[in-house]
C-alpha cells in the first residue's frame, strides 16, 4: 500500500469563493541576522508562516498571534500592518479553494517549550539564507526577503 500523494488534487471540488487569512512572519528582534519562525504544514509537511482562520470577531493581526501560539508555541504582539499576502490552495476533502493570507509581523516576546499543535508541527527558528532553502513557496521567501531588507535598514539608521 502507497501512502496517497499530498499534491493530488483530482476528485476534488473547486469552490469559487476566496477565503482571507492570517499569517505572522515571527521573528528574533536581538538576532543578528534575523531569524525567523517556521512549521511544517500538517498536509504537506512543507516550511510555512504559522496562519489560519480569522475567527469572528478578532483582527487579522489578532488573528495572527493566536496562529503562532497554536502552530508555534510564539508569543508576541502582531504589527497592525500587514507586510504582504499571497494566495493558496485550502484542501479540505471534498473540497478545495483559495485562501488569501495577509502575513504580520511579531517579534517574540516568549518561546514556549509545549504549544498546542506540538505534535503535529515541527518548529524551526531559520536565517533569511536558510528559509530561502526550506521553503519552496516564492511568495513567502518574497515577504521574508522584503521584511529582511526592512529590518536591515532600520538597524543601519
Given at each position: 500500500?502507497t501512502?496517497?500523494?499530498p499534491d493530488?488534487?483530482?476528485?476534488?471540488?473547486?469552490?469559487?469563493?476566496i477565503?482571507p487569512?492570517?499569517?505572522?512572519l515571527?521573528y528574533q528582534?536581538?538576532?543578528n541576522?534575523?531569524?525567523i519562525?517556521?512549521?511544517?504544514?500538517?498536509?504537506t509537511?512543507r516550511?510555512?508562516?504559522p496562519?489560519g482562520?480569522i475567527d469572528?470577531?478578532?483582527?487579522a493581526p489578532?488573528?495572527?498571534?493566536?496562529?503562532?501560539?497554536e502552530?508555534?508555541?510564539?508569543?508576541?504582539?502582531a504589527?497592525?500592518?500587514s507586510?504582504?499576502?499571497?494566495?493558496?490552495?485550502?484542501?479540505r476533502?471534498?473540497?478545495?479553494?483559495?485562501?488569501?493570507?495577509?502575513?504580520?509581523?511579531l517579534?517574540?516576546?516568549e518561546?514556549?517549550?509545549?504549544?498546542?499543535?506540538a505534535?503535529?508541527r515541527t518548529?524551526?527558528f531559520?536565517?533569511?539564507e536558510?528559509?530561502r532553502?526550506?521553503i519552496d513557496?516564492?511568495?513567502?521567501i518574497?515577504i521574508?526577503?522584503?521584511f529582511?531588507?526592512?529590518v536591515s535598514?532600520?538597524?543601519?539608521s
Open positions: 500500500m501512502a496517497a500523494d493530488d488534487l483530482s476528485g476534488l471540488t473547486p469552490l469559487t469563493w477565503e487569512q492570517a499569517g505572522v515571527a528582534p536581538d538576532s541576522p534575523i531569524r519562525v517556521l512549521v511544517t504544514s500538517r498536509r509537511g516550511w510555512v508562516f496562519k482562520a469572528p470577531g478578532m483582527t489578532e488573528a495572527a498571534e493566536q496562529e503562532a501560539l502552530e508555534a508555541g510564539i508569543i508576541g504582539t504589527a497592525t500592518t507586510i504582504g499576502s499571497y494566495k493558496s490552495l485550502k484542501v476533502p471534498p473540497a478545495l479553494w483559495t485562501v488569501e493570507v495577509s502575513i504580520y509581523p517579534p517574540i516576546d518561546v514556549l517549550d509545549v504549544w498546542p499543535e505534535d503535529q518548529r524551526r531559520a536565517t533569511l536558510e528559509a532553502q526550506l513557496l516564492p511568495d513567502l518574497e521574508a526577503e522584503n529582511s531588507r526592512e535598514r532600520s538597524d543601519s
